[in-house]
């Protein structure tokens, strides 16, 4: 086992030695942009981009043969930052910190793993926030809707251009799993295997639903102002409630008992008035706040619509047509019990769809009262579900 | 079978003569004003208020024994308008007239039919938007924040001054479930019979949560101004997010599904422009929008945590202590399986802790996938029950 970073001399004085165990340390986001005009890049919906940046950061060693690349896909709010740390005073690591190391479910010691910012993020690829070259101002609402395709689509230039050709295992969780799905579906000959984690081939109309009100709330917002709000103040009361929402969706009814039940202060004042809060909502006000600090309301309505559009049956007639495109040799699929934004009956379409075309698939639907969350929370199960498959390949 | 009321001339030949069969006519509202200052009515919380008005409705006769009464309590944002039409050309009649009339599952040619509007609503009882006789202004947020208790002792008063003593059966859905089983607890003498339909005997967190998400985008629109918005523009925006967030907990993803699955005009326009829309989320925006015209703001501020404070143990150490008080002949209890904000297992709850105390419970849950919205859906499942109910008694 590796134990690398900045903390290694610290680390066996640390209370934070097991977490640290493995690390990958300190890394840093590269970036790499092409489609300089006049070379625009045509998106799905036929409108051009350029330039478009995409941002990426990378952990362990690519091989002479350039054959041990492990691509990680981040849902919705994530960025390229997936494991390690930027700086060594950083509070947190990377959002799958937990899963990519030494050791770790996805092994630095073995694989390179590259993860990407998605085209039309906020954390350093192109986007509604970045600055649009012809008018020197953000693009706001006049960024193009970009397809979870277009996303796949840019991560394969980015691979072009670092010179691979072949990816062992495409993993990812939620939107994640989408992008993973599409690049085995578009770029057939290039992935090897897939980890699909708790993402559908298309959201449900509940999901479209509750990302509608998350817009409505944000587009409501005065400060919104038709997503021209750069440089102004941003629209942090409406963003706050589409997350708050978001929140919801991402936990369960038995996680909501579990952690809050329904706690609050003092019931006297709870009768009275009308603002006093039961735990849970101090919870999500809390989480709605925190998110206005990180992200951006334009890029979330932008990225919600990419989701609703995704449909890895388009253009094929039906999944399971789809799905003979696919030439991986394996493929992982796994879904979360509470889970009922992306729930198991979808991951169960996906596994369906490919035992009808004869491919290798692993399913495994995992009892976990956290909801959509357990694909963040459940690491120790997944930890041990993944190795097995990598090593099984 | 009676047929009455004004359609009575042309019920046989016009179309609508089945909806129209055993329909109670024309109603009108009524109201009883107690505690007029300085006789104020005090509340569970220690504040006082007055005068307090209750508006109701009334279907069939009152026997001469007074003992023919069966109470309907309705839910969030319902009214005392349960049946029949209050004038021949309205286009359409009480909430729950299906279920009340001559031969149907509340039959008024056997029972007198008592709906109220629940203290606190904006349906004619007094609440927030009702005028503050101190300052002759509307309440506001100056109301007080009245518990489901209050609503039932409000309740009491109107039977007082009817002269009622005995309630055959009390029946209500969702809230009203709640204000029909507190009726139990607080006044066990007056009820013989319980109905109660997709209720819980408090609200879980995750409603409690979806509530605050409500909650938060009303008091966020601008228009709202701290309650003070009467006489000038309704925080309609904010109040539209919040009902649309309700319409989603009051279906189901299969309904969703089923009545709209991911629907939309044009694929092409879908990937190109933002604002274009899902055949589910015009349907919310339009529910949304109808919802402003008929109710206001500060009652649904007020009556969500009225429902969130509400739990029928308060006070009792247990459930089951609590319904130790209960002295009902019978009591009848039905969740609905795709209710995801009443679930099922709160029904359960009511059922195991009154049959802990030898009530005598019939539980019943019926297969829908409507969600909560079942209660006033299923109106043929819950019509043959019913009868069945209450012939038993």
Chains 1, 2 share one sequence.
Request: hydrophobic share 40%.
């Amino acid at each position: 086992m590796r134990i690398c970073g900045v903390s290694e001399k610290k680390l066996d004085e640390s209370p934070v030695f097991e977490a640290e165990m493995g690390s990958v340390g300190i890394v840093e986001t590269k970036s790499y942009t092409f489609a300089k005009p006049p070379e625009l890049f045509e998106l799905d919906n036929g409108e051009k981009l350029g330039p478009v940046t995409v941002a990426y950061e990378t952990c362990g060693e690519l091989n002479e043969a350039k054959d041990n690349v492990i691509l990680i896909e981040h849902a919705l709010t994530g960025s390229a930052h997936v494991a390690g740390r930027h700086k060594p005073d950083d509070k947190h690591p990377g959002w799958w910190d937990i899963m990519v190391g030494a050791g770790r479910a996805f092994d630095t010691d073995r694989y390179y793993v590259i993860c990407t910012n998605l085209l039309g993020s906020c954390y350093g690829s192109t986007g509604p926030k970045s600055v649009n070259p012809e008018t020197g101002k953000p693009y706001g609402l006049s960024f193009p809707l970009v397809s979870i395709r277009d996303m796949v689509r840019v991560q394969k230039e980015l691979l072009d251009f670092l010179g691979i050709r072949r990816i062992h295992s495409i993993a990812g969780g939620s939107m994640g799993g989408m992008q993973a799905l599409e690049w085995a579906l578009i770029y057939p000959e290039m992935v090897e295997s897939l980890i699909l984690i708790a993402t559908a081939p298309q959201v449900t109309p509940q999901s479209i639903a509750i990302h509608k009100v998350g817009v409505q709330a944000i587009m409501d917002d005065p400060d919104w102002n038709d997503g021209n709000y750069y440089g102004r103040g941003v629209p942090g009361k409406g963003l706050a409630v589409a997350r708050m929402l978001g929140h919801i969706t991402y936990l369960s009814d038995g996680i909501l008992w579990e952690k809050f039940g329904r706690k609050h202060k003092n019931l006297a004042t709870m009768k009275q008035d009308l603002r006093s809060q039961f735990e849970v909502e101090s919870y999500l006000e809390y989480q709605g706040k925190k998110f206005v600090d990180r992200f951006d309301a334009n890029t979330y309505l932008f990225l919600m619509r990419s989701i609703d559009i995704y449909d890895a049956a388009e253009g094929f007639g039906s999944l399971v047509e789809s799905f003979g495109r696919l030439e991986c040799r394996k493929v992982f699929v796994s879904s979360f019990t509470a889970d009922w934004l992306y729930p198991s009956y979808q991951s169960k379409q996906i596994v369906n769809a490919m035992v009808a075309k004869d491919l290798d698939v692993i399913y495994c639907e995992i009892e976990s009262a956290y909801g959509h969350d357990s694909f963040l929370i459940e690491h120790e199960k997944l930890t041990y579900f993944i190795k097995n498959f990598l090593n099984s390949l």
